[in-house]
């Protein structure tokens, strides 16, 4: 908490087919997905495809193309609300987590090392991995003698499983994309010192542990407790969701979260609710301390 008075903006809104048929047994592992946190826009990506296969796997009318449009946005908050995961149409850690349980769940007694694909006519090691979404080098490693051999139609490749080469591939960092996605819901909560809980209101740290809390992640309750957890990032490399810290009382008193655009969201203080605020106001460029990346 700080003891500064003052005005803000407040601004925001408080595998299917063909493919199917190629597969032996059951269990496509897509060690890429995952990697990349997907929302609205996101053009023509591998990622994105393999994203509305999984959702008309299940049951969602989305087109396999590539784009992530309004009909996979709508498909992708219907799949969170369905799993009891935060509504906010970005495909992150939760959402990832859900769809790699889903997953593990319709394997259960399938080959763990992954699944088997038939070679088609003009296939190649790498336009396999390309569109069964797994590294070219994971693809090499499942299936040794192959990387500098001609491939014969009929014959079977190996696709390895997520789990199979999951220990080769970094946990994605998406917390941050789903802290900001997530936090314009929490616009205009009052500010309440010690409060954590929207119903009641927030501080500045609670609002940040309980967002934390809301997409599963453990924080320390205080800003100079927050101000000790996660990785040291410069101002001119913040990316939306990293945490930005103030020396108002002579250390990290006050915390907010980088919204993109040089703002962030803040709880402030008495008689003031939940806003974007710019960092390079006056007094916030003063007295800003530094900024953390959680994951």
């Not at 023509?44 to 009318?61: A, C, E, F, P, S």
Request: include cysteine; hydrophobic fraction near 45%.
């Amino acid at each position: 908490m700080h003891r500064r008075l003052g005005w803000n903006r407040v601004s925001g809104a408080v595998m299917g087919g063909a493919l199917v048929a190629m597969l032996l047994p059951a269990g496509i592992g897509h060690a890429a997905f995952g990697q990349r946190v997907l929302r609205y826009g996101t053009p023509d990506h591998q990622d994105v495809k393999v994203l509305q296969l999984k959702l008309r796997d299940l049951g969602y009318h989305v087109n396999v193309d590539g784009y992530f449009g309004l009909a996979t946005l709508a498909a992708v908050k219907a799949f969170q609300t369905a799993h009891h995961l935060p509504s906010t149409g970005v495909v992150a850690n939760l959402t990832f987590r859900t769809f790699g349980a889903l997953a593990r769940e319709a394997s259960r007694g399938s080959d763990p090392r992954g699944s088997l694909y038939v070679v088609q006519a003009g296939d190649t090691l790498a336009s396999i991995a390309a569109s069964q979404g797994v590294p070219l080098a994971a693809l090499e490693s499942a299936n040794p003698g192959l990387a500098s051999a001609v491939l014969q139609i009929g014959q079977t490749v190996l696709i390895p499983s997520a789990s199979a080469v999951a220990a080769d591939v970094p946990a994605p960092s998406t917390f941050g994309a789903e802290l900001a996605a997530l936090a314009p819901k929490y616009l205009g909560v009052r500010y309440v010192f010690g409060g954590a809980d929207p119903a009641y209101g927030f501080d500045c740290s609670g609002l940040v542990w309980y967002l934390a809390h809301v997409l599963g992640v453990t924080l320390p309750r205080t800003s100079s407790g927050q101000f000790d957890v996660g990785t040291p990032i410069p101002r001119n490399e913040l990316e939306p969701g990293d945490l930005v810290f103030f020396d108002t009382e002579g250390y990290a008193s006050h915390v907010g979260i980088y919204m993109g655009n040089d703002e962030f969201m803040q709880a402030e203080n008495w008689g003031t609710v939940t806003m974007y605020t710019s960092l390079s106001d006056a007094y916030w460029s003063e007295h800003y301390m530094g900024a953390r990346r959680i994951y």
